[in-house]
């Protein structure tokens, strides 16, 4: 078959595109410019006869997607803005909320072979703020209002961390929104894949360690660059998971039956930031040790999720935290930025 992948030339994508063309489907990748494409092609050049490239230059225009969902089989929608620096929350709201029904509309329209979409949301979409002192476990069963109000009342006063989150949690709601409202006319069904922070190597070009990816931008600060204070990095944390794992969620999304209609929280477990400093050292980063007090066997996680419903559906073997780091040291070795 072959799948459609915006912003397919992302951090999470590029791991997409690659567990796709590995699984044996074709694939239509969508990026800003041609010259976004260039990389891709390069790095997928042994599968030049299974990968097509399109540009859709605004996912928010009305029928942005038109030309590109033609002929495919299935869909996975990733694009969507993932930093902590917008001013203004529209800037994160519109292209989340508008690139996801800017998709199902052109589904819906012209999408005329598409039997699954896949939407990429994310933990951010599901959590509340941590109260201090008191753990919470989410599941599938939970929605991050919570950050929606923050930037309804406070606009860009709001939390940073509430732009983006709000921005996925309303892209989420809208793609169930236009499934419930669109019943009985689509030939296709829903799956909802929500990551927490994702890391492991990266695939994309990145000019310096500066243009990192959100989530790589955070580990290389605070694990190589030590640019959060000592004693937070036995505090700060929360679950995470292997960008290949979650790629192979994406490409499993479409073969399990059961995934259809669901929305699957997909992590790996929790971790606070000294766990990662001293994976680091163990394969041969040299990064200050951090702090030596912390122990990660009583160390107290207050957000967990339950990924009982991914583990059921997928049932597969993530990565370690030694594995995943390893892979990271290396890749930032071969880059010369460790
Ligand atoms: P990247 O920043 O590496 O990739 C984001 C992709 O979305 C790029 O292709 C980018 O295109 C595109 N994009 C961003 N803003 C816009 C816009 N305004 N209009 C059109 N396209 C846009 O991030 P990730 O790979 O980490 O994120 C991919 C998805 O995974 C996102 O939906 C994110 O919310 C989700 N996610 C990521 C997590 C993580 O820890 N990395 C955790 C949970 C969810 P361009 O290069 O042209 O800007």
């Known amino acids: 078959g072959k799948v459609l992948v915006s912003g397919a030339n992302g951090y999470v994508a590029l791991w997409v595109v690659r567990s796709l063309l590995e699984h044996g489907y074709s694939v239509r990748a969508t990026v800003r410019s041609e010259s976004k494409g260039t990389h891709l092609r390069k790095i997928f050049a042994s599968y030049s006869e299974k990968l097509e490239l399109i540009v859709v230059p605004d996912i928010t225009a009305a029928g942005a997607f038109d030309e590109a969902v033609q002929g495919v089989d299935a869909i996975e929608h990733t694009a969507s803005p993932f930093h902590f620096k917008a001013e203004d929350p529209e800037e994160m709201n519109r292209p989340a909320v508008l690139g996801t029904t800017r998709m199902l509309e052109s589904a819906l329209a012209h999408g005329k072979a598409v039997k699954r979409i896949v939407v990429t949301s994310s933990c951010a979409s599901v959590f509340n703020f941590p109260v201090p002192g008191k753990r919470r476990t989410f599941s599938e069963a939970d929605w991050n209002d919570q950050m929606v109000e923050d930037v309804k009342k406070n606009g860009r006063n709001a939390h940073m961390y509430s732009k983006y989150c709000a921005s996925k ?170």
Do not use: C
């Not at 059921?312 to 290396?330: L, N, Q, S």
């Open 169 to 338: 949690t309303l892209a989420e709601r809208a793609a169930w929104e236009f499934v419930e409202k669109n019943k009985g006319k689509i030939g296709w069904d829903l799956v909802v894949l929500n990551p927490p922070y994702v890391y492991g190597p990266m695939l994309q070009e990145v000019s310096s360690p500066d243009a990192l990816n959100e989530s790589m931008q955070e580990w290389y600060d605070a694990v190589v660059k030590s640019a959060h204070p000592v004693k937070d990095l036995s505090e700060i944390g929360s679950e995470w998971v292997d960008v290949r794992d979650l790629a192979e969620a994406h490409t499993l999304s479409l073969q399990r039956e059961a995934a259809g209609g669901e929305r699957i929280i997909v992590s790996g477990g929790p971790w606070k930031w000294q766990d990662w400093v001293n994976a680091a050292r163990k394969f041969g980063a040299d990064v200050p040790e951090g702090d030596t007090s912390y122990d990660a066997a009583t160390t107290v996680h207050l957000t967990r999720y339950d990924a009982s419903k991914a583990a059921r559906i997928f049932g597969i073997k993530y990565h370690t935290m030694d594995e995943t780091t390893k892979d990271i040291v290396a890749d930032l070795k071969s880059r010369g930025w460790i």
